[in-house]
T-cell receptor, first 111, second 113 residues
Framework: DAKTTQPPSMDCAEGRAANLPCNHS???????VYWYRQIHSQGPQYIIH???NNETNEMASLIITEDRKSSTLILPHATLRDTAVYYC????????????FGAGTRLFVKA | DSGVTQTPKHLITATGQRVTLRCSPR?????VYWYQQSLDQGLQFLIQ???????AKGNILERFSAQQFPDLHSELNLSSLELGDSALYFC????????????FGPGTRLTVL
């Protein structure tokens, strides 16, 4: 599985958009980009995933660059409850492959 | 609520002992994954089962073993426990169909004294 690089921490003001970057320069053509978050010591929560097109759901938007070497998770209106560690993962969508979580980005949403 | 259940929520035991952690996947999910999260290691993938068979293996110690039963629940067995095994253990499940989004359970916090 490809490795990802994320900034260790970021701040965001409540109500503003949070833009979390992820580099995955060694991603292969069939690997998807997944985003999860973990609040305190709870189980990681799925946010969104995509292959090459931008994706949006009720939680967030995912922007993937044309060369697929990087992506950005956008939380459009961050709230205090969005304070968490955000993990960017790349992996194949099916089959038996290891899922490798990096250190993630610790997002602090401030009032 | 992800639909994945894990028991027990907390477990305190002594070094050298053996424990079993249990996971029930979401209804319809065939794959189960186990992860370990300790303070200094982050989330470490241990092992994946699909419909009863081992599918992928990560950094799982030989003292640890897992299995998935015909009703698709899974158990993670940890033996000869050491202080360093103290961690959160998460189970996740996925359909392994057209998408492989993993949904995580609430975890079991293991404390080895």
């Amino acid at each position: 599985d490809a490795k990802t690089t994320q900034p260790p921490s970021m701040d965001c003001a409540e109500g503003r958009a949070a833009n979390l970057p992820c580099n995955h320069s060694t991603i292969s053509g069939n690997e998807y980009v997944y985003w999860y978050r973990q609040i305190h010591s709870q189980g990681p929560q799925y946010i969104i995933h995509g292959l090459k097109n931008n994706e949006t759901n009720e939680m967030a938007s995912l922007i993937i660059t044309e060369d697929r070497k990087s992506s950005t998770l956008i939380l459009p209106h961050a709230t205090l409850r969005d304070t968490a560690v955000y993990y960017c993962i790349v992996r194949y969508n099916t089959g038996g492959f290891k899922t490798i979580f990096g250190a993630g980005t610790r997002l602090f949403v401030k009032a | 609520d992800s639909g994945v259940t894990q028991t027990p929520k907390h477990l305190i035991t002594a070094t050298g002992q053996r424990v079993t952690l249990r996971c029930s996947p979401r209804s319809g999910d065939l794959s189960v994954y186990w992860y370990q999260q300790s303070l200094d290691q982050g989330l470490q993938f241990l092992i994946q089962y699909y419909n009863g068979e081992e599918r992928a293996k990560g950094n799982i110690l030989e003292r640890f073993s897992a299995q998935q039963f015909p009703d698709l629940h899974s158990e993670l067995n940890l033996s000869s426990l050491e202080l360093g095994d103290s961690a959160l253990y998460f189970c996740a499940s996925s359909t392994q169909g057209s998408t492989d989004t993993q949904y995580f359970g609430p975890g079991t916090r293991l404390t080895v004294l």
